[in-house]
């Protein structure tokens, strides 16, 4: 007999299955609070735990070889804000939203360097290599005429939309924010400016990726293809979380130091 279903009223039966699972979602919560990274665990550590923080350390400027030193270590080593660092690292290993620290205890300096390294990453790395490879793989079938110049021409609406909104961030939006840290004032833009037009940039790509998916007449193994694929759908999740970053850390860093200039 269960105890709770067979003795207990309907409403009080559901009340304890609601309590329960609201229990066991606290206390997962609280399992993902224990397991935030410190300055005091080794910079290895953080790599073997989760595997896309590699992305994360290298736009911060940090070179692999860290041997045994800690966060702190080697971010003291390299002069980047240890802080900044772990409010970044922790807000996109848990997808919670959460940042750890004040926005006034943030290097937005820091931040800003790691936006436009992730900025040279996307333009000058990973978007040429997928141009590359997705060429390779359509010139490698057989039936590639008519397709290769429609992905082509999806792909480049893509890149021209990310690259004219990445130019954007760093030629108005960060210099911006370089102006104020230095002491000086523009009433004619703002942050709030940059948030309302802060849009999603990846619809080509979807679209794109729905080809490819549910279209493209391929033959034979289609590895080529797959990886193609692979690199488009991890770029899609890596400009995502890239957009978090800024709209849930860069942001609101930003709009703490405006209305700190404006007392």
């Known amino acids: 007999m269960n105890f709770y279903r067979d ?3 309907g409403e009080v039966y559901s009340f304890f ?3 329960f699972l609201m229990q066991e979602h606290i206390d997962i919560l609280s399992m993902q609070k224990q397991q935030k990274f ?3 665990e080794k910079m290895s550590d953080l790599i073997n735990e989760n595997h896309s923080l590699l992305l994360v350390i290298s736009r911060f ?3 692999l070889g860290f041997g045994d030193q800690t966060v702190k ?3 003291e080593a390299n002069g980047i804000d240890c802080k900044t660092f772990l409010a970044v690292v922790n807000f996109l290993s848990e997808g919670n939203f959460e940042v750890d620290h004040s926005y006034g205890d943030i290097s937005i300096i820091s931040v800003i360097d790691y936006l436009k390294n992730a900025h040279s990453y996307f333009l000058d790395f990973k978007l040429p290599l997928i141009r590359n490879k997705l060429i390779e793989a359509v010139s490698a079938q057989d039936q590639n005429i008519p397709y290769k110049s429609i992905f082509l021409q999806f792909f480049d609406e893509y890149e021209s939309e990310v690259r004219k909104h990445m ?5 108005v939006v960060f210099r911006y924010v370089q102006k104020m840290l230095k002491g000086e004032s523009d009433s004619r833009y703002s942050i709030a400016v940059f948030q309302d ?3 999603e940039i990846d619809s080509k790509l979807i679209e794109l990726k729905n080809i490819l998916i549910k279209y493209y007449p391929a033959k034979g193994s289609n590895y080529l293809l797959t990886e193609v694929l692979f690199d488009i759908l991890s770029c899609e999740m890596d400009i995502a979380t890239h957009n978090q970053v800024e709209d ?3 942001i609101p860093a930003v709009e703490e130091l405006e209305r700190k200039n404006k007392k």
């Open 61 to 63: 400027g940090l070179s």
């Open 7 to 9: 003795v207990c009223p």
């Open 17 to 19: 299955i609601v309590f």
């Open 248 to 250: 849930y850390l860069f």
């Open 197 to 199: 037009r802060h849009n």
């Open 73 to 75: 270590q080697v971010c």
């Open 38 to 40: 410190s300055e005091n």
């Open 167 to 171: 130019d954007y961030e760093n030629k």
